[in-house]
């Protein structure tokens, strides 16, 4: 196989505590070296002015394939995660029949080979229909290939399934990936629990059911020695919880997603159902305890959230549409705009947040530059002036509030396995 050569890049590795200009080779589909001299027998890849990092990783994507292609299938979304930089993704179960058999994580891994992508990672449920009574047969899954388990967005309010499940998959090492919401509180809610919502007069969706929920599942976690990842928490409660935990010791981890630092509750005033979300826009207050959490290390992910709903099911009242929104292809410019170039965290931070941490929480060996490891590379022009054409996405939907809203920084080249899978084309 060729060897690589991406020159003059600002590597970025977190796992090795690397950041400095210097170049990066690639050989028969690993990392070979890093610091090396351009030779006669090696491509040339010019990454001057760019960012060169471990490939990025999204533990939250929702894949709809089996059951609702129309929003969403295997193969789009992981072409969707190319164009957004993204090397791996974790499918997570919203799928019809829900990944809770063997078969269906046999089918999953079959159709993301087909694709020849980027690298998918089946998510498999907790409990047996995601119906959060009986517990999947964790073990089977495990040894078809599943790398998590997760209900998806249906928590999993059953105490004694969540500590069933923690104590199961910490036989293998796995953890359970939970939406931390008490449904009791937030039902029915369509927005952020606020004075915005009471003006518009929407049902709220207070922050108390995320961090009651999160502190009782943190609860769970430690009195199992499980592994317990909170998806998409969104509230200064929560971080707090969460900080103390982790002094604690907990083996608890968190992720947010990229929209929560782009918006706030106020632009629910347009009522576009594209700004219907689950954890929904949150007030500026609870952003800024999001962001110190991302800061000091009390928030360990930053993902996608992606969640593709068709064109036909998002146009209705706000009152009907479904939650969710595509983000695999705006979250690293998402990130790069409002946390970066707004000056509140360095592009290390977010690599360690977009990648190296995330192989950490699956299990996976990924998100490094480490030689022997996968040649998984993103290339990432942070200075990139771009906007957000939505009728341009790869995923099969567009349900995304940013179309026509300008970003800085994009992935510009993203290499799987020492083979480039996307370029973005300036022309």
């Not at 060729?2 to 170049?23: A, E, H, M, Y």
């Not at 998510?123 to 995601?130: D, E, I, P, Q």
């Not at 949150?282 to 969640?307: E, F, N, Y």
Request: net charge negative; aromatic share 4%; with cysteine.
């Amino acid at each position: 196989m060729l060897k690589t050569l991406i020159q003059n890049g600002r590597v970025i590795d977190p796992s090795q505590n690397i950041d400095r200009v210097t170049n990066l080779l690639i050989e028969e589909g690993r990392i070979a070296a890093i610091d090396v001299e351009p030779q006669s027998d090696m491509k040339v890849i010019d990454a001057t002015g760019k960012l060169v990092v471990p490939g990025l990783i999204d533990l939250h994507v929702q894949i709809r394939e089996p059951g609702f292609e129309e929003d969403e299938t295997i193969e789009s979304a992981a072409y969707a995660a190319l164009a957004g930089g993204f090397t791996s993704i974790a499918a997570i179960s919203e799928t019809n029949p829900p990944v809770d058999s063997a078969a269906a994580v046999t089918y999953l891994g079959r159709q993301a080979s087909e694709a020849d992508h980027c690298n998918v990672f089946p998510v498999a449920c907790v409990s047996s229909g995601r119906q959060g009574e009986e517990m999947a047969e964790i073990g089977i899954l495990h040894n078809a290939g599943a790398i998590a388990f997760s209900d998806g967005q249906r928590p999993v309010s059953n105490p004694e399934l969540l500590r069933r499940a923690l104590e199961y998959t910490l036989m293998f090492g796995r953890p359970v990936l939970n939406r931390p919401e008490m449904v009791e509180l937030s039902r029915d809610g369509v927005m952020h629990d606020g004075s915005v919502s009471t003006v518009l007069g929407l049902a709220p969706m207070p922050a108390e059911a995320e961090d009651v929920m999160a502190a009782r599942d943190i609860r769970i976690c430690e009195a199992t020695g499980g592994k317990l990842h909170l998806l998409a928490i969104s509230c200064s409660g929560t971080v707090d919880i969460l900080r103390r935990a982790k002094d604690r010791n907990v083996g608890v981890t968190a992720s947010i997603c990229a929209y929560q630092f782009a918006l706030t509750d106020l632009a629910m005033r347009g009522f576009h159902t594209s700004l219907k979300l689950n954890p929904p826009l949150r007030s500026q207050d609870h952003i800024d305890a999001c962001i110190a959490g991302l800061k000091d290390g009390t928030i360990d992910v930053i993902a996608s959230g992606h969640a593709p709903r068709s064109s036909e099911k998002k146009m209705c009242a706000i009152t009907e549409a479904p939650f969710g929104m595509v983000g695999l292809e705006t979250a690293l410019g998402l990130v790069s705009t409002h946390l970066v170039h707004a000056g509140h965290v360095d592009w290390p931070t977010i690599i360690r947040a977009m990648s190296t941490n995330v192989a950490q929480v699956l299990g996976v060996e990924k998100g490094t530059l480490k030689p022997g490891a996968d040649a998984d590379v993103t290339i990432i022009d942070p200075d990139a002036n771009w906007t957000v054409d939505t009728s341009n996405f790869r995923s099969k939907s567009f349900n995304s509030p940013f179309g026509g809203v300008q970003l800085t920084g994009r992935a510009v080249e993203t290499i799987v396995g020492g083979l480039t899978k996307f370029r973005y084309d300036e022309s």
